[in-house]
C-alpha cells in the first residue's frame, strides 16, 4: 500500500484527478470504477477542469459506479445516479450509454447484480477504482460482515451508515438497502485510489492500514491487493 498525506482536500482532488488522468493518457478506452459520497466531489470538479482545458478526454471512456440505493427513484435527489450526473457526467463527454450504475429498482436483483458483474467483465474489467470509506471501514457499500463478500448484491445498510447518510436523506426517509459492487469485484480492479479526509476516518484508516485483514472492516482487505494507494489529509492520517 502506499500512503500519501497532504495538507489539504484540494491537493487530495489533484493527486486523484493526476493518477486517473494518467491511466486515461494510457488508455483512452480506460474502465474507471467510479464512486459517491463527498470525498470524491473536488477530484471530479479537477477533471471537469481537466476535460475543458481539453487535456483529457472521456469520449471513450467506460465508468463502473460501486453502488446505489434500492427504492429510491432514480431521479431523487440523493440517488447516485442524480449525484453522477450532477457532479461528473453532465460536464465531461462521456457518452451516457458507457455509464453503469447498478440499478437499484431492479425488479429482478439478482439478475441485475448478475448483468452487472458481467458487464464489469465484458468491459475488460477495472482500470482504475476510485473509494472512499465510511467510518466502520466500509467500501462502497460492503458493510463489515462474517465473510468477505464477492460479486455486486443488495446489502443492508448498518446503523453506522445509515446515521452518517441520513443528513442528506431531509425530505425522504433513507432507504434501508443498497446494491453493491462486491469486494471481490473491488479487488479485481488493476489499480485502486482510497481518499479520506478528517478525524472521522482515522480510526477506519488505522484498521485499513494496521489492523488484522478481517471482513469486520472491509478495507482492510486492500492490504493484499498489488496496487493501492490511499490519498489522506492530516487528520484522516492521525492514528497511523
Ligand atoms: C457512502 C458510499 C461510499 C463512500 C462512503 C463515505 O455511503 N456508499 O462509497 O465511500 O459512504 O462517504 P463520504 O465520502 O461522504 O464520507
Known sequence: MEIRIFDT???IARKC???FEEVIRDKPNAVLGLATGASPVQTYKELIRRVKEGKISFRDIQSFNLDEYCDLPQNDKNSYYSFMR???FQ???IAPENTHIPDGNAKDINAECRNYDEKIKRAGGIDVQLLGIGTNGHIGFNEPDALFSEGT????LSQSTVLSNSVYFTES????YALTMGIRSIMEAKKIVLIAAGESKAEAIYRTVKGEVTPACPAS????HPNVVLLLDRAAASKL
Open 221 to 224: 482487505i486492500l492490504q493484499t
Open 173 to 176: 426517509p433513507m432507504p434501508a
Open 91 to 93: 460536464h465531461v463527454d
Open 86 to 88: 450532477e457532479n461528473l
Open 17 to 19: 484527478a493526476d493518477l
Open 9 to 11: 482536500k484540494e491537493e
Open 153 to 156: 448484491h443488495r446489502i443492508k
